[in-house]
């Protein structure tokens, strides 16, 4: 595709609900990549994908947050049991190779609110 | 682990005046790259600057790096009213990714 896409654009939950969240990164990208960004805050790291590589999950922040991405593609951020501190915007990028050099390509993001 | 942080948190200035962002890390670093964000969506790549350079152009925006102090400066010259918008650095970790970003500068430019 033309850039990384996101869905939904917003989405409003209650408590305890579970969410998610997905991301179709640009085709042909190995690297895949979800961040958290809190309320007038940086980006947080979740999840990293590389390839067929075992994901990067040293940034999700509880065990109620999990990622998929299939067939090196598309990718579904799932978070169980929502709190209200889950609130956040949620971004998708992906990078070519997924080397440190490259520029990642950001989706416009998810915003979460959880009520 | 380590951490880009953008100095000032925000900034205020005329349509026509230069805007100087600051960036400082903590550990050594091949690459940093800078980042814009408008409205709290997607970001945009801006520039990358590679650990062995000091100084980098892209039109109105001028990066400098300086290793031995761990820090980075962003220059927007001659800003506009559409440079309005957060920017953030962000680093690597000896290369390795992911990138670490920094909680990022608010740039307000007043028409």
């Known amino acids: 595709g033309a850039g990384v896409s996101q869905s939904p654009s917003n989405k409003v939950t209650e408590k305890g609900k579970d969410v998610e969240l997905r991301c179709d990164p640009i085709?042909?990208?190995?690297?895949l990549y979800w961040y958290r960004q809190s309320l007038g805050q940086g980006l947080e790291f979740l999840i990293y994908f590389q390839g067929n590589s075992a994901p990067d999950k040293s940034g999700l922040p509880s065990d109620r947050f999990s990622a998929e991405r299939t067939g090196g593609s598309v990718s579904t951020l799932t978070i169980q049991r929502t709190q209200q501190e889950d609130s956040a915007v949620y971004l998708c990028?992906?990078?070519?190779?997924?080397?440190?050099?490259?520029?990642?390509?950001f989706g416009p993001g998810t915003r979460l609110l959880v009520l | 682990s380590q951490q880009g942080e953008e100095d000032p948190q925000a900034l205020s200035i005329q349509e026509g005046e230069n805007a100087t962002m600051n960036c400082s890390y903590k550990?050594?670093?091949?690459?940093l790259q800078w980042y814009r964000q408008n409205s709290g969506r997607g970001l945009v790549h801006l520039i990358l600057i590679r650990s062995n350079e000091r100084e980098k152009h892209s039109g109105r925006l001028r990066v400098t790096l300086d290793t031995s102090k761990k820090s980075s400066s962003l220059l927007i010259t001659a800003s506009r009213a559409a440079d309005t918008a957060s920017y953030f650095c962000?680093?690597?970790?000896?290369?390795?990714?992911?990138?670490?970003f920094g909680k990022g500068t608010r740039l307000s430019v007043i028409a």
């Open positions: 085709s042909g990208h190995t690297a």
């Open positions: 550990t050594s670093i091949n690459n």
């Open positions: 990028a992906s990078s070519s190779q997924g080397t440190a050099q490259e520029t990642q390509y």
């Open positions: 962000a680093t690597d970790d000896s290369g390795n990714t992911p990138l670490v």
